[in-house]
C-alpha cells in the first residue's frame, strides 16, 4: 500500500532564509509524486511534480524537489523564503499502477510560516 | 486563463437542506475528481468521473451525496438533508487522461466552501 508522510506540520522561517519541507513516501512501485500548496481560504496549486524523467524537479516560485529512492524521500526546498509562501504544503503521491484510477494520497499537510 | 471553476464559492445552509455545487474544468480534461477538505487535512477522494461515466466512488460518499457529469465536461455535486458533519471545503479538480500516460496531473479549483448550521 503507498503512503505519504510529512514531517513536520509545522515550519517557521524567516524571510530570506532557506526553507525545507520533508516528506517521505511508501511505494511498491516507481510512483508519481507531487507537492501542493494551498494559501488561506484558497484551492490547491500544483507547484511541482516528479516523472521519473529527473530526480531533480524544479517547480515555480522557486522551489524544487529532489527525488531520492534510496531514502525514499521527496523534500521540497527554496533557497530564499518570501513572505508570500506562507501556505499550507502537500506532499502527494500516486501509483502510476493503481487500475483504472489515479487516486492521489495525501500527506497531511506542512504549514509553512514566513517571519519578517 | 480557463483552469478549473466552481460555483458557489460559499455556501451556508440550514441543516436538512440541500444544495449543489458546480464545477467546470479545464476544456479539454476527461477525467473529473471530487475531494473534501476539513480544516487541518488534506483533501479527501470522495468520486471520480471519466468524461460522463462515473468510475469510482469512496464509501465517504453517503448515499446523501449524488454527482453527476452528464455530457462529459460540468459536475455537479449534490448533498441532501445537510448534516452539521458535512461542513468542509468541497473540490474538484480535473485532469487530462489516455491509456499508457504515466503522470496525470490534477488541476484543481477554488473550492466551494460549505457551513451547515
Known amino acids: 500500500a503507498q503512503s505519504v508522510t510529512q514531517l513536520d506540520s509545522h515550519v517557521s522561517v524567516s524571510e530570506g532564509t532557506p526553507v525545507l519541507l520533508r516528506c517521505n513516501y511508501s511505494s511498491s512501485y516507481s510512483p508519481s509524486l507531487f507537492w501542493y500548496v494551498q494559501h488561506p481560504n484558497k484551492g490547491l496549486q500544483l507547484l511541482l511534480k516528479?516523472?521519473?524523467?529527473a530526480t531533480l524537479v524544479k517547480g515555480i516560485n522557486g522551489f524544487e524537489a529532489e527525488f531520492k529512492k534510496s531514502e525514499t524521500s521527496f523534500h521540497l526546498t527554496k533557497p530564499s523564503a518570501h513572505m508570500s509562501d506562507a501556505a499550507e504544503y502537500f506532499c502527494v503521491v500516486s501509483d502510476p499502477r493503481a487500475g483504472n484510477n489515479r487516486k492521489l494520497i495525501w500527506g497531511l499537510g506542512t504549514s509553512l510560516a514566513v517571519n519578517p | 486563463d480557463t483552469g478549473v471553476s466552481q460555483d458557489p464559492r460559499h455556501k451556508i445552509t440550514k441543516r436538512g437542506q440541500n444544495v449543489t455545487f458546480r464545477c467546470d474544468p479545464i476544456?479539454?480534461?476527461?477525467?473529473l475528481y471530487w475531494y473534501r477538505q476539513t480544516l487541518g487535512q488534506g483533501p479527501e477522494f470522495l468520486t471520480y468521473f471519466q468524461n460522463e461515466a462515473q468510475l469510482e466512488k469512496s464509501r465517504l460518499l453517503s448515499d446523501r451525496f449524488s454527482a453527476e457529469r452528464p455530457k462529459g465536461s460540468f459536475s455537479t455535486l449534490e448533498i441532501q438533508r445537510t448534516e452539521q458533519g458535512d461542513s468542509a471545503m468541497y473540490l474538484c479538480a480535473s485532469s487530462l487522461y489516455f491509456p499508457g500516460r504515466i503522470v496525470e496531473t490534477q488541476y484543481f479549483g477554488p473550492g466551494t466552501r460549505l457551513l451547515v448550521l
Open positions: 476544456s479539454e480534461h476527461n477525467r
Open positions: 516528479y516523472t521519473s524523467a
